[in-house]
């Protein structure tokens, strides 16, 4: 099944900012999450407080990032997110964050995540309309 990919964009922020004077490598994470989370309001109309209202959450199970060049202080970058497939186990999300002056990749990979029961915090099924609904 296929899937859409969305785009949110982002600034470099000092905080942001290592001593090596780029994006600290943590950072990247969280543009992907910041990202996800605008995403699933806006663009897939499902966003996370539908999912707790039903007794569900969506947890990091494991992430892969590939660092391809850095971000510095003040850089315009996007993050592109996608699912990339779902099941009833959870779900893996590709991302790329590319460099918006430059269009050149800085990172991409994905995550996956697991869908769980916010009452006990085990995993719990995806629902057969969650799934349906991500697609396109």
């Avoid at 859409?4 to 490598?25: A, C, G, K």
């Avoid at 993050?79 to 991409?108: L, M, Y």
């Amino acid at each position: 099944m296929p899937y859409s990919t969305f785009e949110t964009e982002h600034r470099v922020r000092p905080d942001d900012i290592d001593m090596f004077r780029h994006v600290h490598n943590s950072k990247y994470f969280d543009y992907v999450l910041a990202a996800r989370y605008e995403q699933m309001e806006t663009c897939y109309g499902m966003g996370m407080e539908k999912f707790m209202e039903r007794g569900f959450g969506w947890v990091v199970r494991a992430v892969y990032m590939d660092y391809k060049r850095a971000l510095v202080m003040g850089d315009y970058f996007l993050v592109r997110t996608g699912i990339e497939s779902i099941n009833d186990k959870g779900c893996r999300v590709a991302f790329t964050i590319t460099n918006k002056a430059t269009n050149k990749v800085c990172c991409d990979g994905y995550f996956d995540y697991v869908m769980i029961d916010m009452a006990t915090g085990r995993g719990a099924k995806v629902p057969e309309d969650v799934i349906e609904h991500y697609g396109i």
